[in-house]
């Protein structure tokens, strides 16, 4: 196998297939793309690819959570199929939330005004207020 000149134009290619949900693997068996070796090389070759590649693989999470709807109102009304179906969604999930965690992972986060961290202020109270509100709580809890 000899090494594939990089090209922008196959570059370009070999990204928009990404961004169409393809994997690595898969892009590179489509007749004239570079083989995977090469992928990695241009990666660390060429920072335009490692762009490119990164909006391509970021587009590619959401043409995966896109084909979920296709799978599930495509799918066939018997077990098996359901069960097929199931594995493809889960598979696209567990994928995107991989590449896209903040967008898609299962993971809540809370955030304070603009996005920020939540702020927490605790005031002070005296032995007086703490108590009243302690012997408040402790009648509601009854």
């Known amino acids: 196998m000899t090494a594939t000149t990089y090209k922008p134009k196959l570059a370009a290619r070999f990204c928009a297939a990404l961004a169409d949900g393809k994997s690595i693997r898969s892009a590179c068996k489509i007749e004239g793309m570079p083989s ?54 889960h598979a696209r999930v567990e994928q995107a939330q991989r590449m896209k965690p903040r967008k898609y992972g299962n993971k809540m986060q809370l955030t304070g005004d603009g996005g920020g961290p939540v702020q927490h202020q605790v005031g002070k109270l005296s032995d007086e207020e703490l108590d009243a509100a302690i012997a408040k709580a402790a009648g509601g809890a009854q």
């Open 36 to 89: 995977k070796a090469t992928v990695f090389r241009w990666l660390r070759e060429h920072p335009e690819f490692l762009a490119m590649y990164e909006i391509a693989t970021d587009e590619r999470a959401d043409t995966l959570i896109d084909e979920i709807v296709d799978i599930a109102d495509s799918c066939r009304v018997d077990a098996d199929s359901i069960r097929k179906a199931k594995l493809r969604i």
